[in-house]
C-alpha cells in the first residue's frame, strides 16, 4: 500500500508503474492530440456539444467525456466518427526521439 502515495515525475513513469508498453503509452498520447485537435475543431466551427453529438447519433456526455480527456474511455471508431462529421483529418506518426 505504500505505492498509493507514489508520486510520478513523469506521465512515462507512470505509465510504467502501470505495467503500460512505450506502444500504449504512445497510443494513449495519439489519442489525446487528437481529442485536442476535435475540441478545437468543434469550438473553431462554432458548434456546441449537443449540435456535434447529434452529428454523430449520440447524446451530449459523450463529447463532454470525449474532450475532457478521458482516454480510457473513448474508442477510436468513436473519435474517427467524430472527426468524419468535423471534416478533421488526422495521421497517426509516431514521435521520434532525437
Known sequence: MKDKNKKFKSSKEFGTFLGLSDLDMELIQQKKRLIGKLKKARIDQELTQ???????????????RMESGLVSEISF????????????????RRDKVA
Not at 449537443?50 to 463532454?64: F, G, N, R
Not at 471508431?77 to 497517426?92: C, E
Open 50 to 64: 449537443t449540435e456535434l453529438a447529434q452529428m454523430v447519433q449520440t447524446k451530449q456526455p459523450s463529447i463532454a
Open 77 to 92: 471508431d468513436f473519435l474517427a466518427k467524430v472527426a468524419l462529421a468535423l471534416d478533421v483529418s488526422f495521421i497517426f
